[in-house]
């Protein structure tokens, strides 16, 4: 998805971005924004009611009786894998995607990843996920101030951090075998700066792709769901690698 405005729209000199903010793209930033904030609030809820509720809980993992993890059920591991798959297909079923159609895909990731995610709330302490949430919002929006600000093309660096995202999930399934610690801590000291640099990346190519929607409202309406989902994406990367970096697991 981090590519999907170059694939879409062609590429675009960042020169092009260095212009009077108007209201329309303070109103389109704005609406991607909403979306993200939106999509992270369901997806506390959802993973709020998948750790702590013991019916829904035990659907998706397996605890032990102090209530810490101790493996996930089959239906856990499917909720898990499902959004990286159903993002890899629609990157091919959905060649000409509506406005309809790409807020669908954005709230069922949102929602599957949401799900998912009660597994932090088994793994680490409250406090531990709330002091590093708030890092990384800070450092989101940092990093999306930059990438809206700067008028230097990001391009060239953010093709490089596509290679990084997908080396980062390769090590990371394969990690899943060896169980390593030093590899997880490779991985997440290197997931933390690939995140934060296609956050800034990503921002970058939102307002790009703006300008050159121009006044195509379908158009802009499809680029803010998939705007909204990349940010999304790596808000919720550069959280997981923070917490498993400096995250207090329970006792």
């Given amino acids: 998805m981090s590519d999907f405005y170059r694939s879409h729209y062609g590429s675009i000199p960042a020169q092009r971005g260095d ?19 939106l999509g992270l609030v369901v997806s506390a809820a959802l993973a709020f009611l998948t750790s702590s509720v013991p019916p829904i809980r035990d659907l998706m993992f397996m605890v032990n009786a102090d209530g810490r993890l101790a493996g996930m059920t089959p239906l856990g591991w499917i909720v898990a894998f499902a959004p990286l798959g159903i993002m890899l297909v629609s990157g091919f079923a959905m060649k000409n995607p509506t406005s309809g159609a790409a807020s669908a895909l954005y709230w069922t990731i949102v929602a599957l990843i949401g799900a998912s995610f ?14 590093t ?9 940092g990093l999306s101030l930059f990438g809206y600000t700067t008028k230097k093309d990001l391009s060239g660096f953010g093709s490089f951090l596509i290679v990084g995202v997908i080396g980062l999930v390769i ?14 801590f490779a991985v997440s000291v290197i997931g ?14 939102l307002k790009l792709t703006y300008y050159e929607l121009g006044g195509d409202a379908s158009a802009r309406g499809v680029a803010t769901s998939y705007g ?24």
């Fill in 192 to 205: 933390v700066f690939v995140f934060a640099g296609l956050i800034a990346y990503d921002t970058q190519r």
């Fill in 118 to 131: 009660g597994v932090v709330g088994l793994m680490y302490t409250g406090t531990s996920i709330a002091s």
């Fill in 171 to 184: 090590a990371s399934l394969v990690n899943i075998f060896l169980r390593s610690e030093a590899v997880q």
């Fill in 228 to 251: 909204a989902l990349s940010l999304y994406i790596n808000f919720i990367n550069l959280f997981q690698f923070l917490l498993s970096l400096f995250g207090q697991r329970r006792d």
């Fill in 19 to 37: 212009m009077a903010v108007d209201a329309g793209l303070r109103s389109f930033m704005i609406g991607v924004y909403n979306k993200v904030a």
């Fill in 133 to 141: 949430f708030l890092i990384t919002a800070t450092a989101f929006g």
